[in-house]
Nanobody
Framework: QVQLVESGGGLVQAGGSLRLSCAAS????????MGWFRQAPGKEREFVAG????????YIADSGKGRFTISRDNNKNTMYLQMNSVRPEDTAVYYC?????????????????WGQGTQVTVSS
């Protein structure tokens, strides 16, 4: 089993950058498809980005295309989300998650392990 801990959230001005990290414990991280999700107050949890086990396949949701980059370092058991040109609408709690299967997907119910989340607040 893998356990996940997010870090790197905080308050940032619009147009700025932030890098989120997801540290994983357990020996299976390097074999897991991973994803980032976010949830704003009063809204559904939504997919932000996903990455396959090797890092060779990534997918960024339309909301983050051209601004967000997902990556992973299996030697460090860590996944990252680089957020550039952030906007007030990026304000949310960001969660990392491990997928049940072998392909990058965007559906919440296909991820079975979640971190506790890290708050990102973008001021205008």
């Amino acid at each position: 089993q893998v356990q996940l801990v997010e870090s790197g959230g905080g308050l940032v001005q619009a147009g700025g950058s932030l890098r989120l990290s997801c540290a994983a414990s357990g020996r299976t991280f390097s074999r897991r498809v991973m994803g980032w999700f976010r949830q704003a107050p009063g809204k559904e949890r939504e997919f932000v980005a996903g990455i396959n086990w090797s890092g060779g396949t990534t997918y960024i949701a339309d909301s983050g295309k051209g601004r967000f980059t997902i990556s992973r370092d299996n030697n460090k058991n860590t996944m990252y989300l680089q957020m550039n040109s952030v906007r007030p609408e990026d304000t949310a709690v960001y969660y990392c998650a491990a997928n049940k299967g072998l392909s990058v997907t965007s559906y919440v119910n296909e991820y079975d392990t979640w971190g506790q989340g890290t708050q990102v607040t973008v001021s205008s």
